[in-house]
């Protein structure tokens, strides 16, 4: 499987070793971004329609299971991550067997990983539930939609899984497309099983739950078509014990610092229970609209990740500077546009989720001191995805630790203490970001992740001297990732 197969034209595919870095960014991103939010009607429907048509209560249950299904979630997120990092730089590397050995073992661990998590969360949820200090009205609703989803668990494992390989590749066309499909399902199932079938909670998590298998076993398909580099061979499907290292050296910093954030999540939330039910179902409508409206940073974000991955398997540092910094300043711009649109119109939006005037009042108070800061979560989303794109995953899971746990969990503790209002949860999160805002300004500027880059290049590309590594080819040359790599790197 020579340089032909890399040369192949696929649709969809962004060529992210050339061209203006900001034009192939928004290129990449802008498909990113419309299957996130996709992503994201799956539960923000589910809470729509349970608001709507089964009441605030059920809202409120479905508010509180969300930082329980995000912590086990985070897991997997670290496997895929993972693996779509390696994928990228062997891809810009073009490297064909170590991109292969990779997928079909990225695969395998996706099915085994996702049992595991299906059997913890299925057996300790009530457990986390009562530690939330989860409302009796709610509790019972907010168990029966928790285990549901965690049913569902391997098909967004082998979605995502799957996905990534695509990004990681430069396709992110084709992961949009897919969950368009689904999440129309999703919503159809919604209005079946809640409105005339009244199933309440239960229906709105199957209907996740079913979508989920559907967009898993799509995605596969599409992933063994795109592609000679990614057609899935049952003969080859094996834990390749180099991979699987890789991956979880790469990974596992990731899952931590997502499952870091669900934990810190989690302990916000036992502080939110404590104002009542309505100020719960307030904040779970505020953090769905939040979630879409700090969409284009995650997607400018994970398409830094494959854009720096791809750069440094092809020994182009030159390009990630310079991606980075362009990267940045789209960002910011969308940003600004994005909080200016929630800060005028943020209190219809809630409209949708309810029509319980304290809910909305609870939900868009909490709008109003977050969304003006926007700017602070665009500058660790960012540069956290140069650095993972490098493979230095453990700086990003340090930051999360240092603005979610070190920062913000005394914060809300003592401006509780003083505000004796739900405004101390909202300013806290505030209060967080400037922590690691900064944080992540000072590790990136101090350049550990860049040392991560050369090792990696070094190793991809052992035939490059260390100024090529380190500034990229010479004005008159053509970039190096036209060149295929010595067949056994990184393999």
Not at 48 to 61: D, K, S, T, Y
Not at 187 to 205: C, K, N, Q, R, T
Request: aromatic content about 8%.
């Amino acid at each position: 499987m020579g340089e032909n197969v890399f040369a192949m034209k696929r649709s969809g595919t962004v060529d992210l070793l050339t061209g203006t870095p900001w034009k192939k960014l928004l290129r990449f991103a802008v498909p990113l971004f419309i299957g996130n939010l996709f992503q994201q009607l799956y539960n923000t429907v589910d809470s729509i329609i349970v608001g709507r048509w089964v009441g605030h209560v059920a809202l409120a249950a479905v508010g509180v299971s969300s930082p329980i299904l995000f912590f086990l979630v985070s897991i997997f997120m670290g496997v895929a991550m993972g693996s779509t990092v390696l994928v990228s730089q062997y891809y810009g590397a073009r490297n064909a067997p170590a991109l292969r050995k990779t997928l079909h073992t990225a695969i395998m661990l996706a099915l085994v990983v996702g049992l595991i998590l299906s059997a913890i969360g299925l057996i300790f949820s009530p457990a986390v539930l009562r530690l939330l200090n989860t409302p009796d009205d709610t509790y019972g609703q907010a168990l029966a939609y928790v285990r549901i989803l965690f049913m569902g668990i391997i098909g967004q494992m082998m979605y995502n899984m799957t996905c990534g390989f695509m990004r990681g590749q430069g396709n992110s066309r084709m992961p949009v497309i897919i969950l368009i499909i689904t999440s129309f399902i999703n919503m159809s199932l919604d209005l079946i099983f809640i409105i005339p079938m009244h199933m309440g909670v239960e229906g709105a998590a199957w209907a996740t739950v079913i979508s989920q298998f559907i967009s898993a076993v799509i995605a596969m398909i599409a992933l063994h078509r795109t592609s000679p580099l990614t057609r899935i061979s049952f003969k080859e499907l094996r834990i390749d014990l180099q991979r699987t290292k890789e991956i979880f050296k790469i990974g596992i910093p990731t899952a931590c610092q997502q499952a870091i954030m669900s934990i810190g999540g989690m302990v916000i939330m036992s502080f939110v229970t404590t104002y009542g039910t309505t100020t719960i179902a307030g904040y779970a409508a505020a953090m769905k609209v939040d979630m879409i409206a700090v969409m284009p940073v995650m997607s400018f974000s994970m398409a830094m990740t494959s854009y720096t991955g791809q750069n440094i398997g092809a020994a182009r540092m030159d390009r990630v500077y310079l991606g980075a910094k362009q990267g940045f300043a789209l960002s910011a711009i969308v940003t600004a546009t994005m909080s200016s649109l929630l800060l005028l119109f943020g209190k219809y939006i809630l409209m949708l989720f309810t029509d319980n005037t304290a809910t909305i009042e609870a939900g868009y108070r909490m709008m109003r001191t977050v969304v003006p800061f926007y700017l602070l979560l665009a500058t660790i989303q960012i540069h956290g995805g140069v650095m993972r794109g490098s493979g230095a995953t453990v700086i990003p899971m340090i930051n999360a630790i240092t603005f979610n746990i070190i920062a913000r969990i005394p914060l809300v503790i003592l401006l509780n203490h003083l505000l004796r209002s739900a405004d101390a949860i909202y300013w806290s999160q505030v209060g967080g970001w400037v922590v690691g805002a900064v944080h992540m300004l000072i590790s990136y500027k101090q350049g550990k992740w860049k040392q991560k880059a050369f090792e990696r290049i070094t190793l991809l590309h052992p035939e490059l001297d260390e100024d090529h590594i380190r500034n990229g080819p010479p004005p008159a040359q053509e970039p190096q990732s036209a060149q295929v790599a010595p067949a056994e790197a990184g393999a």
